[in-house]
């Protein structure tokens, strides 16, 4: 059956990119997709008040899936001093509580570091942690602000088992990524995962603190497999963990619930180099894959499979870059060599 993918191309970058994953779904003639787009963003905000219309949540509860850009401008804010970000409103209108960041080196060239391989994902909470209280109205002009770092037990249940279950498809390894020393939820937090982890006694744990994540992720990637954090750690972590792959240009997601889905590039909207046609492409691609994984059905697995060929053909070429990884291609220019190589 036809399947609808609800668009939300949103600001800077967002539309250049989207583009991009259109342009690489029309080239594979085995998906038969409806592409709807949907306002949202800053600018949306701008034009009608609103950075997430009520027809753009119900366009998108009724898709099979969303594909999303990027969202913000900077200078656009709320009166509190927090940009907009309907991307984050998203997660939590529809429970996509499980925050997926592959990090995988697709070319030496592209590292600062010596790492031979780097090759793994990251499941970032994202509907409570860290980000929990971020709604709560702030009093403006108090001396002391509070933000509040939420673990629940069935937030962490379903987090926990979402991520076992992904290791199960992969190496078998699963790293907790905590502050269980220090702060109270953190240690809740491993408490829980200390308990699903006997339902999957085929998957080999580990707890490691995030702040010692932060240097093995750049001494040792390649000791990795599948890691689960809470929110904000992950939202720090995965950036990082772009940053050694070739940046943010090279970091696909995807934040899924139990019946739906938004696939992104992990990358913001880049308001320095957006409009300029030399946004690299290739993090938004890799998100058209994760969605078609998800889906699940042959054809789109036959397609999430030429996809990542492809991608991974074009990108075992150095010269094959956008200015974020020192080459001179434009956004149209890296599409059309991936899609060449479907
Ligand atoms: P957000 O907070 O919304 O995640 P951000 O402000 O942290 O966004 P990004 O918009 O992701 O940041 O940009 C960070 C840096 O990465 C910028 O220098 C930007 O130009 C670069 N960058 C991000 N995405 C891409 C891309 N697709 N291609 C090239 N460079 C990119």
């Given at each position: 059956m036809k399947k609808q993918i609800a668009m939300l191309p949103g600001d800077g970058i967002g539309p250049e990119v989207l583009e991009a994953a259109e342009a690489v779904i029309r080239a594979l003639p085995e998906l038969d997709f409806d592409l709807v787009e949907w306002p949202c963003g800053a600018g949306e905000y701008l034009k009608n008040g609103d950075p997430l219309p009520k027809a753009t949540i119900e366009g998108c509860r009724a898709a099979d899936a969303i594909l999303l850009g990027a969202m913000g401008i900077p200078a656009v804010r709320w009166?509190?001093?927090?940009?907009?970000?309907?991307?984050?409103?998203?997660?939590e209108i529809f429970g996509l509580y499980a925050g997926v960041r592959p990090t995988k080196l697709y070319n030496a060239a592209h590292s600062p570091l010596k790492a031979p391989v780097i090759d793994y994902v990251l499941v970032r909470e994202s509907t409570e942690g860290l980000f929990s209280t971020r709604l709560r109205p702030r009093v403006m002009g108090a001396d002391e602000v509070r933000d509040e770092m939420l673990v629940t037990r069935a937030g962490s249940e379903r987090l926990f088992r979402f991520s076992f279950e992904l290791a199960t498809h992969r190496r078998n390894k699963l790293t907790l990524i905590d502050k269980a020393n220090v702060l109270p939820s953190m240690a809740f937090f491993r408490e829980v995962f200390d308990e699903i982890a006997k339902e999957y006694p085929q998957v080999e744990t580990e707890r490691v603190?995030?702040?010692?994540?932060?240097?093995?992720?750049?001494?040792?990637?390649?000791?990795?497999?599948?890691?689960?954090?809470?929110?904000?750690?992950?939202?720090?972590?995965?950036?990082?963990?772009?940053?050694?792959?070739?940046?943010?240009?090279?970091?696909?997601?995807?934040?899924?619930?139990?019946?739906?889905?938004?696939?992104?590039?992990?990358?913001?909207?880049?308001?320095?180099?957006?409009?300029?046609?030399?946004?690299?492409?290739?993090?938004?691609?890799?998100?058209?894959?994760?969605?078609?994984?998800?889906?699940?059905?042959?054809?789109?697995?036959?397609?999430?499979?030429?996809?990542?060929?492809?991608?991974?053909?074009?990108?075992?070429?150095?010269?094959?870059?956008?200015?974020?990884?020192?080459?001179?291609?434009?956004?149209?220019?890296?599409?059309?060599?991936?899609?060449?190589?479907?």
């Open positions: 009166a509190d001093g927090r940009e907009m970000a309907p991307q984050i409103d998203l997660r603190y995030v702040d010692a994540m932060a240097l093995y992720l750049v001494q040792r990637p390649q000791s990795f497999d599948v890691m689960v954090t809470e929110n904000m750690f992950g939202d720090i972590l995965s950036d990082l963990a772009a940053a050694t792959v070739g940046g943010m240009g090279m970091a696909p997601s995807a934040d899924i619930g139990d019946d739906l889905a938004v696939f992104q590039p992990a990358h913001g909207s880049a308001p320095d180099i957006a409009g300029q046609g030399k946004a690299n492409p290739v993090a938004t691609i890799l998100s058209v894959a994760m969605m078609l994984e998800w889906f699940g059905d042959v054809d789109s697995l036959n397609a999430a499979g030429r996809i990542r060929r492809a991608v991974e053909l074009v990108m075992s070429d150095a010269a094959n870059a956008t200015g974020d990884l020192r080459g001179g291609l434009s956004t149209r220019e890296l599409t059309a060599k991936i899609i060449g190589a479907l």
